[in-house]
């Protein structure tokens, strides 16, 4: 079994900047894909960024230039520094890893932008 710690959301205003971490732990064999994902109340979860295990990153348009996804393998955390922050990315931020072909989640960080 895997377990994930998340920590680094809250309350920041518009324009300001937040670092979301997430640590893996438990019966890690080799995490392939780290990524972040977001929902809000009504709409689905949705793909913020991901790393893969060789740092090919992916990111949704509406954060590109804003976000930056990395990941430190020794610790098996992958973070997401988040800048320019704008109301809409109002969110649970969860943590998602793909390690021996499971998937795991975490159990979501809200980030709340204020104007």
């Known amino acids: 079994q895997v377990q994930l710690v998340e920590s680094g959301g809250g309350l920041v205003q518009a324009g300001g900047s937040l670092r979301l971490s997430c640590a893996a732990s438990?019966?890690?064999?080799?995490?392939?894909?780290m990524g972040w994902y977001r929902q809000v109340p009504g709409k689905e979860r949705e793909l913020v960024a991901s790393?893969?295990?060789?740092?090919?990153?992916n990111y949704a348009g509406s954060v590109k230039d804003r976000f930056t996804v990395s990941r430190d393998n020794a610790k098996n955390t992958v973070y997401l520094q988040m800048n320019s922050l704008k109301q809409d990315d109002s969110a649970v931020y969860y943590c998602?890893?793909?390690?021996?072909?499971?998937?795991?989640w975490g159990q979501g960080t809200q980030v709340t932008v204020s104007s």
């Open positions: 998602r890893v793909i390690t021996a072909g499971r998937q795991y």
């Open positions: 438990g019966s890690i064999w080799s995490i392939n894909t």
């Open positions: 790393i893969s295990r060789d740092s090919t990153t």
